[in-house]
Nanobody
Framework: QVQLVESGGGLVQAGGSLRLSCAAS????????MGWFRQAPGKEREFVAA????????SYADSVKGRFTISRDNAKNTVYLQMNSLKAEDTAVYFC??????????????????WGQGTQVTVSS
């Protein structure tokens, strides 16, 4: 079973960019679909983006479409979330998660069974 560790969070001004990384341990990373979720204080965890095991399919929440890009490098066991044109409302703890190889890409938290510990993203306005 893979273990996930996120990195790359931080404080950025509105309009700026950040790239989050999620490094996975284990030899089976390429058999998992991967997702990014976020949770703001007092709110439920919400879907941000997902990518299929081979990277050929992606899915985005409407709130980030056109600003965020999910990608993966199976040789490095890593999935990325490039975040551009950041807004104050993007402030949250961002989590990566793994799901079995399935399409369409799931958007519900309960479908993902392996989670990282999260990384804080704070966007100042």
């Amino acid at each position: 079973q893979v273990q996930l560790v996120e990195s790359g969070g931080g404080l950025v001004q509105a309009g700026g960019s950040l790239r989050l990384s999620c490094a996975a341990s284990g030899r089976t990373f390429s058999t998992y679909g991967m997702g990014w979720f976020r949770q703001a204080p007092g709110k439920e965890r919400e879907f941000v983006a997902a990518i299929s095991w081979g990277g050929g399919s992606t899915s985005y929440a409407d709130s980030v479409k056109g600003r965020f890009t999910i990608s993966r490098d199976n040789a490095k066991n890593t999935v990325y979330l490039q975040m551009n044109s950041l807004k104050a409302e993007d402030t949250a703890v961002y989590f990566c998660a793994a799901v079995g190889a399935t399409l369409p890409l799931p958007r519900s938290t309960y479908e993902y069974h392996i989670w990282g510990q999260g990384t804080q993203v704070t966007v100042s306005s």
